[in-house]
Nanobody, 123 residues
């Protein structure tokens, strides 16, 4: 396993969760890293990413509620999710880029993927 995601679960609307994603097997998180999510019957969508430079980006619908971060010393990336809404329900995937891709919101820019962790937000 090269990227291991954890931290998903069931939470009530308005609650918080923190997802973690640990890298191993030589996978570096010092280049681009990102979080994506996929709801049932929907396309995988961009949630947030951090460039190699440290600049962070989030999709509009989660900006101000979600925060992506990483700890290079621990080879771990995080997604802090606050004020969760039922529409945030999805399987969340972490991803790492082997290079310094420009299109960080595009899933095809990433070379390594975690197995996904389910987040369910009840109303």
């Amino acid at each position: 396993v090269q990227l291991q995601a954890s931290g998903g679960g069931l939470v009530q609307a308005g609650g918080s969760l923190r997802l973690s994603c640990s890298a191993s097997g030589g996978v570096s998180i010092k280049n681009g890293v990102g979080w994506f999510r996929q709801a049932p019957g929907m396309e995988r969508e961009f949630v947030g990413a951090i460039r190699w430079s440290g600049s962070a980006y989030h999709r509009d619908s989660v900006r101000g509620r979600f925060t992506i971060s990483r700890d290079n010393s621990k080879s771990t990336m995080y997604l802090q999710m606050n004020t969760l809404k039922p529409e945030d329900t999805a399987v969340y995937y972490c991803a790492a880029d082997r290079d310094r891709s420009v299109a960080i919101s595009n899933p095809s820019s990433y070379d390594y993927w975690g197995q996904g962790t389910l987040v369910t937000v009840s109303s």
